[in-house]
């Protein structure tokens, strides 16, 4: 039947019922899959989870995650920090408390009564660490009242936790309590993070100096706080997440019933004013719908209706969903969208319109396709624009809806893609890793817990038959990090939002498919015929023939496949060619060193042996020097994009001998010269050695030992292309330069490509590839460890099946965003020769210093220059600033 999921349980009408087993039929598309083959996938779920949980707790537990690269637990403090990511860790056991409810969701009782002991025996929550608000109260506190709900559940059904005596909710209301402190401001948003032990006021705190949130951190709070009033009786939880919702409804863009992505928790000014339903905002829509459906009150499926019409609006674009200005929706904020978005088609059968939610999914579907993985961000024409997938479970978790209400056999083998993705390009021995770059398969030493909290639970689901679960999921909702909350909490007693006013009405269309709640809000003279079409999801638009969603599929799907080529760069006619051209500069020559200070262009050399162009018209000894200058930058912005078109995706570091046959990627850049790995098809497989001397710049004294071989180098002393020809005179048949610089690593720095030293270097004829001093350690203590270990060296990481057996890699779509390089809008312009993430290189001609284009880091916010800025003059580009800056200054009119 297509059912309706996790909606407050009344006795659905006989009309209503007979009605659902008709469109069941015509739910049913294509040919099922059958029960064995759902079987079979349901244990390789089971399977996966094993290997991912028993993992974390046999090398991690009781840090808070599991590095999977290394076989350790990520302890924070003691490894180097990420930045805002590491606000998850608290030193509280994370992963283990995210995955209580998935393991009775699994069937593995005795392991979830085992692990409620060690929780109450090990963890603890009063640690002096400042962690996110917002994910401590998904994650943990979620987890915690997840877990207390299996417990009650199964003491219930007499046969386990027989001694539960409500642990697990005591350590939720101390966790509460200890994320209170964090509410205390004059609006009522919470502060982004909080100390376990001190709260947010005091030095010993050391937070609580921050002005802004994102709307999603203060508007994701609902469903924990409010499941913990009522399962404690004290209404202060409950309380404070409504006042917050309260608030961000109230500072909505009135015209455009939009809101921002990042709030100031003091004035409630917008600070971020791009709107979508991605990152910063996703789970604030998704809070105000399910909290309807947990807690019963109207006010806020109102709520939600008003921002989803305005979301199909301006912001849906099907199969689209590209985010806009909330001052001016028809404007758009951005040309790509990010991967927390793919969350959104689930929320809509949710809501009850599946039209656009089978053109979103199958369009992520396609891009997954693609690149094997969702990247974390992609363009409009479906390429890679930030690389990194974390694992992410939004994808199988709008699969899972989405068959769930149509049983279209078709989001069965979507859910098969996912599995074997998973298991062909994340799995390691110890667990599975996220994806470092998509394009090459390199990998992170990373599992996040919402892996084991979302993933599975998700998979399971999709694949499991009824009798296969241990308690019905329709008595409870799924919060954002997934974990299970008892529908019967709408029957508790707990603080109510006003009702709306008597004269306020709630059109039909705006209803999502809840038949408990049409009973509620029409009388019984009210259910005709078309009110039913928003029962169980938009059946009759939906289906009025079997094929009707695969119609719907298949444009989405040839637009993915023929999505376009980026335009050419062209340079803006006139511009002449400075006295400097940028395809020669050498940053070591002190020739070109006085012509660019003529020009008014420093040379900056950065810490890391990087180096920075900022041109500064008013140095410049001559208005005509000065134009030189602005040509000259202008040139190297545009020899920046020409290079990424050349030679843009990063290379892949493959082990393939015992014990890792494949599994273990590192990402490494690429070289201007030698043998050109996107052109293999089959790579340099090789054993390695190091190179004696190490540094490679001398003729080597083990040359008949690294005959035959790959070479391992150290980065430093003399050029990439001298190394190159002193291995190969050896006879090597491929080198890995490793940074002498220790600690570095492709987590927190960018790669760079290789130059040669500004003489020919169509002489060598092997291939050079660099990795990082983290990424080198992982393959020298391999090295070590088991003496002959065996690599492949290619422009992407194989399947395995193909290394082993001699086939071909499965080919992927390898793509080159446009350049980045950055003009400063003043009068001072800027190249920097830095790069952002694995896709973004710097060509380098010697060693630690060159001319070198580096692309600009990929921002957490907007850039502040558009992609394709590097194609216009600097005369365009200062015209568009204007125009952009006169638009928002409209919107600051607009607003006040």
Known sequence: MCTVLWFRPTTMSALLFSLLLLLSTLCRLGQSMSREEKLKLRNQVVEM?????????????????????????????????????????????????????????????????????RVLKDVRLDNDVVVSVFETNIRVLGGLLGGHSMAVMLKDAGHYMQWYQDELLHMAKDLGLRLLPAFNTSSGLPYPRVNLKHGVRGPESRTGTETDTCTACAGTIILEFAALSRFTGDPVFEVHARRALNFLWEKRQRNSNLVGTTINIHSGEWVRRDSGVGAGIDSYYEYLLKAYILLGDDLFLQRFNIHYASIMKYISQPPLLLDVHIHKPLLPARTWMDSLLAFFPGLQVLKGDIRPAIETHEMLYQVTKKHNFLPEAFTTDFRVHWAQHPLRPEFAESTYFLYKATKDPYYLEVGRTVLDNLNRFARVPCGFAAMKDVRTGSHEDRMDSFFLAEMFKYLFLLFAEEEDLPFNVEDYIFTTEAHLLPLSLSLSTAPRAPSPPANSTVQAESLPHLSASVKSLWSEEELDDSNFDWTCPNTRLLFPDPAFPRNLRDPIRSAVDKSCPRPAVHREPGMGRPPLRAQDFMANNPDHLELLRRMGVSLIHLKDGRVQLVQHATQAVSAVAAEDGMRFMQEMMELSSQQQKEQLPPRAVQIISYPFFGRVVLTAGPAQFGTDLSKSITGVRGFVTVAEPYSGCAELSNAAFVQGRIALLQRGQCMFAEKARHIMKAGAIGGIVIDDNEGSSSDTAPLFQMAGDGRNTDDVTLPLLFLFYKEGNILLEALKEYREVEVLLSDKARDRASIFKGGDAHEEDQTSPASSATLDRSHVSTVELDESAPDNEEVTPEEDVGPAIKRNPEPKEEPAVDKDSSSKSVKAMMADWREDLEAFQQMEKDEL
């Open 49 to 117: 989870f094993d290997h991912a949980y028993s993992n974390y707790m046999d090398h991690a537990y009781p840090a808070d995650e599991l590095m999977p690269l290394t076989c350790r637990g990520r302890v924070r403090g003691l490894e180097p920090s990420r930045g805002d990511v590491d606000d998850a860790l608290g030193m509280f056991s994370l992963t283990l408390i995210d995955t209580l409810d998935t393991l009775v969701l699994l069937n593995k009782t005795a392991e979830f009564e085992a692990a409620v002991r």
